[in-house]
């Protein structure tokens, strides 16, 4: 499970780094200045702030935020590529262990068969005492 948590943090950085992408290509987009040809410019309505009396922050300080947020990302990302275990399991590695873990199943299941067959023993005693006690029962009664 440790490498299944190592994946989907690692997952969740991309998906962060992605956001951050995202985000940062429309912050540029709103707070850059429009480079309308002339020609188009009376059919082009005005942006802006509209009912809004926010004005958007220096584009200096969008820069330093988000390459910071980037590179942070970046080195989370860094650090959790480092942290998956090598991928040196060749081929024969993989047999030979799937193989191991194939013996230990057969042992396992004959263990479990032996267990099973002691717990119907078992049940078979424990029914054929109960049996004797009842029929001792119905002799006590009779008599």
Known sequence: TKMADRVTQLQD????????????VGVLQHTSE???????QDSVPPQGTEGSNQE?????????????LI???????DA???SLPNSTY?????????KKLDSENKKLAEKLDNLIGE????????SST??????????????
């Open 80 to 82: 959790l590529i480092e």
């Open 90 to 98: 060749t081929e024969e590695l993989q047999i030979e262990y799937l």
């Open 130 to 143: 109960l049996r004797d006690i009842h029929d001792a029962q119905l002799k006590i009664k009779k008599e």
């Open 13 to 24: 950085a991309v998906n962060e780094m992605a956001d951050l992408f995202c985000n940062s």
């Open 34 to 40: 429009s480079k309308i040809e002339p020609s188009l």
């Open 56 to 68: 958007p922050q220096p584009p200096m300080n969008n820069i330093q935020l988000f390459s910071t």
């Open 119 to 126: 717990g119907d023993s078992m049940l078979n005693d424990i």
């Open 71 to 77: 590179t942070r990302t970046a080195q989370d990302i």
